[in-house]
């Protein structure tokens, strides 16, 4: 159980930061109404599970990973995530951290402070105060061809 978790938060974060990435570059998008810039939170989860369906998740399901992303006009972002409803309990599995992202075209990358630089991609749309993310991950447990995985959030702050 340990395991998924960490894997399901490393996926949640890794597309949180795709997020984050395209926040100054042309996404070749015409629908984002609006900026990156501000403080955002999961709202809807959509994993595509190999030979299941999708499962969607919320904030009210077991298995929803919570992830709150801040990012920051000069590249920077800063990140929380955790499991169930109380994120200080022993068995939520909360991490914290920060990094830097940068776009190169089409390529979003981004560096975790401590880590080695992960290559994401991605499509967003932003729509004044949500904002939806596309991609497919790479998940352990899934095996190695890329899981598509949806995710929701809205903006909590500027």
Known sequence: MKKIIHIGMTVLIAIGLIMLLG?????????????????????????SIPGTGDATLTPQSEMFMHLIVSIAENNTFTYETWSGSDKTAETAG?????????????????????????????????????????????????????????????????
């Open 94 to 158: 909360y991490e914290s951290g920060s990094g830097s992202w940068e776009v190169d075209g089409s390529v979003f990358s981004m560096e975790f402070e401590g880590d080695t630089q992960m290559i994401l991609e991605g499509t967003y749309k932003v729509s004044k105060n949500k904002l939806e993310i596309s991609t497919s991950l790479v998940v352990d447990i899934f095996g190695t061809d890329p899981v598509p995985v949806e995710i929701t959030m809205d903006r909590i702050a500027e």
């Open 23 to 47: 926040c100054d570059g042309d996404n070749g998008s015409e629908s984002n109404e609006g900026s990156l810039v501000g403080t955002w939170e999961a709202v809807k989860e959509i994993i």
